[in-house]
């Protein structure tokens, strides 16, 4: 399942939860476009024998920074956020469907990139007022956000029930997720705290 399957998806429930969604979760249509510290989304795409999770989060729930990383401790922590990200079973239990996972991409970009590697792997006794003005620099960009997809084959997506979701503990961080999913003929939205991390496929 291609990126752009996920952006039709994340389109076709945004518009239906308008009317499908309105009297039983008014934030989520909100949340849509707005960029809330400890707010994230999960978009869940299932399809013949694809499934698709997206996670996209402000760089802030997931690293504690929205700047780009410019010192060894700021690019360590990003650097530590992708190591989490990367076990996808420790992340996501699937139920019902058997399914192999076989991609997944993270995007750091706003975060960090080559240039930063290069100044963070330099001693530390840097010149302290570079610092500062490369930390100036980046602080007043937008706010950051950390795009995360995971790719699956299935036998079938028809037997899949369930998705725990287990970002609560691996990221403190996040006090929210609202999810967003499409499974063959049916879709629909959930606010997952860390007191509800399923979601369920009805």
């Known amino acids: 399942m291609t990126n752009r399957l ?12 308008l009317d499908v969604h309105a009297g ?31 996670l996209t989060s402000p760089a802030m729930n997931l690293v504690g920074f929205e700047h780009r990383a410019s010192t060894s401790k700021d690019i360590a922590t990003v650097e530590n956020a992708a190591l989490i990200l990367h076990p996808h079973d420790a992340l996501f239990l699937l139920s019902g469907a058997d399914c192999k996972h076989i991609n997944m991409s993270i995007d750091l970009s706003k975060l960090i990139d080559t240039d930063d590697h290069e100044y963070a792997h330099q001693s530390d006794s840097n010149d302290d007022e570079h610092k500062h003005d490369h930390k100036e620099h980046y602080q ?40 967003m999913w499409v499974k063959q003929t049916q879709q629909g939205a959930a606010t997952l705290t860390p007191n509800n991390r399923i979601v369920v496929f009805r």
């Not at 790719?151 to 899949?160: F, G, I, M, T």
């Open 6 to 17: 996920l952006k039709v998806v994340v389109f076709t429930i945004a518009v239906a939860s």
């Open 24 to 54: 039983i979760l008014p934030e989520q249509n909100a949340s849509l476009d707005a960029h809330v510290h400890g707010l994230s989304e999960l978009t869940i795409a299932a399809e013949g024998n694809s499934l698709a999770i997206q």
């Open 140 to 179: 007043n960009e937008s706010h950051s956000e950390i795009i995360v997809n995971y790719e699956y084959r299935c036998k079938s997506v028809a037997p899949l029930s369930s998705v725990t979701v287990a970002l609560f503990e691996a990221f403190p961080g996040i006090h929210k997720i609202h999810a």
